[in-house]
């Protein structure tokens, strides 16, 4: 089932996301949380961080798996979600960097990566609450749209709009690495919650065709009507192609 908590703008979308998030935590102080990267879940962070540094948050028996990286980007390279993490979130809370996992973009080997990243959220018995973002192209994670959902943990090549949309924070569009390892929508859709943030103009057509088009790998978004659990917090620029209240 999909919840939309429909908000005025980035900066509530951000501090709704983290109250939900922040609920995990203190509901279950050991929760396994799949983490997203891309400028949607910035604020949110920002308020977790917040909330940490106010004494309301306890990150030390949490543990993350994040959905994606790209391949072949050295861990060092701002650019890596690795680094993103850290500098995001990781550096400025109290959690445990042993328990947080990236994909490793610096594995060549692309099946052995994959398997044992499916293995290890599998081992850890899954994710509690998985925060995503959405591509402009519909994708999660960096499930592209094609022809067929992909299950397990997979390599992809990116597609030429994912490369144009992320070449603001490379120095051109040739520097956009052309592939990434990515969580697959079964491992996705095995969380218990999942949480969507979404914000812009730029997403309603992505936005509407998740929540309301047919389900279809052209829109990997749209597998999310399967999942007993989602909550998306959206904001109105985002929502405008739904009818409005
Ligand atoms: C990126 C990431 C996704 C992210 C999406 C949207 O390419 N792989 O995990 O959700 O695209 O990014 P943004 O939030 O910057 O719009």
């Known amino acids: 089932m999909v919840k939309i908590i429909r908000v005025r703008d980035y900066d509530e979308m951000s501090r709704k996301a983290a109250n939900i998030i922040a609920a995990q935590i203190t509901l279950n102080p050991q929760s396994v949380l799949g983490l997203a990267t891309g400028s949607s879940p910035v604020g949110t962070y920002k308020n977790l961080v917040a909330m940490y540094e106010a004494g309301d948050l306890d990150f030390s028996e949490v543990s993350s798996y994040n959905l994606d990286e790209y ?15 850290n500098d995001n979130l990781f550096d400025h809370v109290n959690i ?15 099946d052995n990566e994959c398997t044992t990243y499916d293995a290890a959220v599998r081992a850890i018995g899954g994710v509690d609450l998985q925060l995503l973002g959405l591509g402009r192209n519909g994708h999660i ?31 051109s569009a040739d520097d956009v690495p052309r592939q990434a390892y990515t969580m697959g929508i079964g491992t996705i859709m095995s969380a218990k919650k999942i949480l969507v943030v979404v914000s812009g103009a730029d997403k309603a057509e992505a936005l509407y065709n998740s929540v309301c088009g047919p389900v279809t790998p052209q829109v990997p978004g749209s597998i999310l009507q ?12 985002a929502l405008s192609k739904f009818p409005q209240e």
Do not use: W
């Open 141 to 171: 994670g960096f499930n592209e749209p094609a022809d067929d959902f992909a299950a397990a943990t997979h390599c992809v090549d990116l597609t030429e709009s994912t490369i144009e949309a992320n070449k603001r924070f490379f120095a």
């Open 71 to 85: 391949r072949g980007i050295s861990r060092a390279n701002d650019q890596s979600y690795y680094y993103f993490m």
């Open 96 to 110: 445990n960097k042993d328990n947080t996992h990236v994909p490793n973009g610096e594995n060549p080997d692309a």
């Open 226 to 237: 399967f999942h007993p659990d989602v909550t998306i917090v959206a904001d109105a620029d």
